[in-house]
């Protein structure tokens, strides 16, 4: 079935009568969904203070324990693949609750976990609901907000997606100091179990405007249906589509970035300043955190300004890729220039705390500048595979990500953090 191309306002999908809710529901399913996204971020990087203390118990090593995380990104890439066949079987509010359960359940197995293999088998199961709440959430936003203020709606959702990722470590090095490390996944348990209950209790179940324009008859469950909906070759087809491999790919470099410096915090601030608590390198993680909080609300305004000002300019006439122009600002300067200062500064050693402190507030900013439009587009670009081309992108960012964990320490500890952090951000630029 060839790809329906979707490009303007005028877009009968765009048109579909939405969803009658409340302005305080919607924000309340905002709020929601923002805050399971928190979760399953938190999860991906709450190891990385720890790791020292974590394999020293497993008997292991922290780059062991580095390559594991990168099989939890992995599992967060791969897991749409799962939730979204099910969301197609039983529909999206079930499928999603249930993956808020899951979520639930494996956390309390990383907590218990004897051994490493345990260990790492329950924090990869708990990242198989990952993306899958990023995936739902854009879609949700997508069906319940219009295309001018979705822009600030995904901007919000980000500030769940990348407050989890900067509060993991912050909150793991304060509980290693004070306490056990295991109670960083007992924390993990509560916030799981916090937004299971909201979701299942709070979510009504939101027909998708897709949906409601193209599948007036609902699909028999047959062997052959069931077949089709787990089938992952409908997604990794999008990747033919220019539109949609570019902006995947610009999103997975994005990741590179995000996951380089995030991983590599410990082993290079605390050297590097002759700290040795991991409380401190733990704090050092609210600077890119307010960078992330702040790129994302901004980005999201700038996103929906911009769209904005070209439906102005074509007479009423909008485009999804109109959006990623908020972004270029973000890609081609702070970007650049803050992560290729941040890791000559840290190598040769000027500027103090202060001057990488701050770089990684920006750096934290320019990312999610960047995303906020490309994040939106995803949703907007092709309105009846809304959620496919929304799974295709995470795919490929995890993937990404997950690489960017697993290798960042050995290219560090081979040609130091200047180069690597100039080589990976100038290739990623010309990519």
């Known amino acids: 079935m060839p790809i329906p191309p979707s490009t303007s306002e005028s877009d009968p999908v765009e048109f579909v009568r939405r969803p009658q809710l409340g302005s305080k529901c919607k924000y309340l399913i905002l709020f929601i969904i923002s805050w399971n996204t928190l979760v399953v971020t938190f999860?991906?990087?709450?190891?990385?203070?720890?790791?020292?203390?974590?394999?020293?118990?497993?008997?292991?090593?922290?780059?062991?324990?580095?390559?594991?995380?990168?099989?939890?990104?992995?599992?967060?890439?791969?897991?749409?693949?799962?939730?979204?066949?099910?969301?197609?079987?039983?529909n999206r509010k079930k499928s999603y609750d249930v993956a808020t359960l899951f979520m639930f359940a494996t956390s309390i197995g990383t907590a218990l976990a004897p051994d490493l293999r345990t260990f790492t088998a329950m924090r990869i199961l708990s990242g198989l609901t990952g993306t899958f709440f990023m995936v739902a959430g854009q879609s949700i936003i997508a069906d319940i907000f219009e295309p001018i203020f979705r822009g600030r709606a995904v901007g919000c959702m980000q500030v769940g997606s990348v407050a989890g990722t900067a509060l993991g470590p912050c909150i793991s090095g304060v509980i290693v100091i004070f306490s056990h490390w295991r109670d960083i996944y007992w924390l993990q348990v509560a916030m799981a179990g916090f937004g299971s209950a909201l979701a299942v209790l709070t979510i009504p179940s939101i027909e998708s405007e897709v949906k409601q324009v193209y599948e007036d008859e609902k699909a028999r469950i047959t062997v052959p249906y069931v077949l089709q909906a787990f089938n992952p070759i409908g997604v990794f087809k999008l990747y033919r589509l220019?539109?949609?491999?570019?902006?995947?790919?610009?999103?997975?470099?994005?990741?590179?970035?995000?996951?380089?410096?995030?991983?590599?915090?410990?082993?290079?601030?605390?050297?590097?300043?002759?700290?040795?608590?991991?409380?401190?390198?733990?704090?050092?993680?609210?600077?890119?955190?307010?960078?992330?909080?702040?790129?994302?609300?901004?980005?999201?305004?700038?996103?929906?300004?911009?769209v904005k000002r070209y439906i102005t300019a074509r007479g009423g006439i909008r485009l999804p890729k109109d959006r990623l122009n908020s972004g270029l600002p973000y890609?081609?300067?702070?970007?650049?220039?803050?992560?290729?200062?941040?890791?000559?500064?840290?190598?040769k050693g000027f500027g103090g705390l202060a001057l990488p402190v701050v770089l990684a507030c920006l750096i934290g900013a320019g990312l999610m500048g960047a995303w906020n439009g490309l994040n939106t587009y995803a949703a907007e670009v092709i309105p009846t595979q809304r959620s496919e081309v929304v799974c295709s992108k995470y795919a490929l960012q995890y993937v990404f990500g997950a690489t960017a964990t697993a290798a960042v320490m050995p290219l560090i500890n081979a040609i130091g953090i200047g180069w690597s952090f100039t080589i990976c951000e100038f290739r990623c630029r010309l990519s």
């Open 43 to 90: 999860l991906s990087t709450s190891l990385l203070v720890a790791t020292p203390e974590i394999s020293t118990e497993f008997d292991t090593t922290s780059e062991t324990l580095n390559i594991t995380n990168a099989g939890v990104l992995v599992s967060m890439g791969c897991s749409s693949l799962i939730w979204l066949p099910l969301a197609k079987l039983f």
């Open 331 to 347: 890609l081609f300067i702070v970007l650049p220039v803050s992560m290729v200062l941040y890791g000559w500064c840290l190598q």
């Open 242 to 306: 220019p539109q949609v491999l570019l902006s995947d790919l610009t999103c997975g470099f994005l990741a590179v970035t995000q996951y380089g410096v995030l991983t590599s915090v410990r082993n290079v601030i605390n050297p590097r300043f002759g700290f040795s608590s991991p409380l401190v390198s733990g704090l050092f993680y609210i600077s890119p955190g307010v960078g992330f909080v702040l790129g994302s609300l901004i980005g999201g305004r700038l996103s929906d300004q911009t």
